[in-house]
T-cell receptor, first 112, second 115 residues
Framework: DTEVTQTPKHLVMGMTNKKSLKCEQHMGHRAMYWYKQKAKKPPELMFVYSYEKLSINESVPSRFSPECPNSSLLNLHLHALQPEDSALYLC???????????FGSGTRLTVV | GEDVEQSLFLSVREGDSSVINCTYTDSSSTYLYWYKQEPGAGLQLLTYIFSNMDMKQDQRLTVLLNKKDKHLSLRIADTQTGDSAIYFCAEVFNGGGTSYGKLTFGQGTILTVHP
């Protein structure tokens, strides 16, 4: 298995909703990442988990809450989002600090 | 600090070669990546090159790395209309000694292939 799987592929949520994005990989990668991408822009790093511990939080608002239940799973919990949070959310994993950096196909989030 | 630059647009005719250029600043980068993104889709890893290499070929793709000038290029031979997409180069910055890496992307090059 050489993939990073993200669900759902599309999500529409209201500003008062609570939802979660899920990411899964079975490549034995010990680093997992959340990136946010706006249209026609490069992805921007949000969070990094290394060995299931949060290693980087790039000053992301608390309405985004990451969770890493085990070495294969990464979640992003969403609460009270704003319309400007609408974007493509990409999960990635890597074997080491630089090798095998693999992205999922993303969740396209629309906040209404 | 880390910074990656790419030209924003490239337009070619079907069957021609495309060359997408990228410059980076972090001389300690170990891997440099090329990703392709089609409209509405996620990032597809095209190829990567280890920093001690100067060339890597993979079917229609050729990556050239000039470490002295910190210049990376991606050549696509026999470009097809299906190659139309945004192409991102990226370098990994790990801040030294960590088990994770932060990817720094260029702004992306929009490749348009005309029939």
């Amino acid at each position: 298995d050489t993939e990073v799987t993200q669900t759902p592929k599309h999500l529409v949520m209201g500003m008062t909703n609570k939802k979660s994005l899920k990411c899964e990989q079975h490549m034995g990668h010990r680093a997992m990442y959340w990136y946010k991408q706006k249209a026609k822009k490069p992805p921007e790093l949000m969070f990094v988990y290394s060995y299931e511990k949060l290693s980087i939080n790039e000053s992301v608002p608390s309405r985004f809450s990451p969770e890493c239940p085990n070495s294969s799973l990464l979640n992003l919990h969403l609460h009270a989002l704003q319309p400007e949070d609408s974007a493509l959310y990409l999960c990635a994993s890597s074997l080491t600090d630089s090798y095998g950096y693999t992205f999922g196909s993303g969740t396209r989030l629309t906040v209404v | 600090g880390e910074d990656v630059e790419q030209s924003l647009f490239l337009s070619v005719r079907e069957g021609d070669s495309s060359v997408i250029n990228c410059t980076y600043t972090d001389s300690s980068s170990t891997y440099l990546y090329w990703y392709k993104q089609e409209p509405g889709a996620g990032l597809q890893l095209l190829t990567y090159i280890f920093s001690n290499m100067d060339m890597k070929q993979d079917q229609r793709l050729t990556v050239l790395l000039n470490k002295k000038d910190k210049h990376l290029s991606l050549r696509i031979a026999d470009t097809q209309t299906g190659d139309s997409a945004i192409y991102f180069c990226a370098e990994v910055f790990n801040g030294g000694g960590t088990s994770y890496g932060k990817l720094t992307f260029g702004q992306g090059t929009i490749l348009t292939v005309h029939p």
